[in-house]
Every structure is written in C-alpha cells, then in structure tokens.
C-alpha cells in the first residue's frame, strides 16, 4: 500500500506562486512515475505533470515554463512550482503514484486563483 499526503494549496492571486507537496509513505517501488493531476467543476481530470524516478518530466501544454515539477527521492516526495499563477488554473490538484499495477492517489488539495 502507499499513501499520498498532499499540501500547499490555498488561495493566490493571478500572477502568484504556490508550491506543492505530496509525501508518499508505504511501499513504494524504486521504480515509480509521480504525477499531479488536477480537476476543475464540470471538467475531466487531467494530468499537469509527471516525473519518473530516473527524473525525466512532461507537461500539460498550458503549464509549460510556468510549473516545475520536481522530486526528492529520498524523502518520497514530490513538488509541483507553480508560478505565474492565472484563473484557469483554479482546479483541485491530485498527486498520484503510478506504478505498474495500479495507481494511487492523494485527497486533493483546493488551488484557487482569483483574477
């Protein structure tokens, strides 16, 4: 089993930054890709970012050369930079663990940005 526990959401203006963090406890493979994912109301979920544990990354189109994903390996964590913040992205955020059996996921935390 692993367990996802997010923080860092809240409640930023358009232009402002957040950070992101998703600790991860249990059994977790060496071998693992981690990854937020966000929801906004009326809308599918959709991945942000991903990072794999040799620490290649992708991202979403619209987030690119504004969020920074980034991971510390040795403390099972995962950060997502959020900068040059703008009302789209006004979504819960989900971190997630994806391993080749099955995918885990955090609680959500609320990421507001008011314009």
């Known amino acids: 089993q692993v367990q996802l526990m997010e923080s860092g959401g809240g409640l930023v203006q358009t232009g402002g930054s957040l950070r992101l963090s998703c600790a991860a406890s249990g059994s977790i493979p060496s071998i693992n890709v981690m990854g937020w994912y966000r929801q906004a109301p009326g809308k599918q979920r959709e991945l942000v970012a991903g990072?794999?544990?040799?620490?290649?990354?992708n991202y979403v189109d619209s987030v690119k050369g504004r969020f920074t994903i980034s991971r510390d390996n040795a403390k099972n964590t995962v950060y997502l930079q959020m900068n040059s913040l703008k009302p789209e992205d006004t979504a819960v955020y989900y971190c997630n663990c994806h391993l080749s059996w099955r995918d885990y996921w955090g609680q959500g935390t609320q990421v507001t940005v008011s314009s």
């Open positions: 990072i794999r544990s040799g620490g290649s990354t």
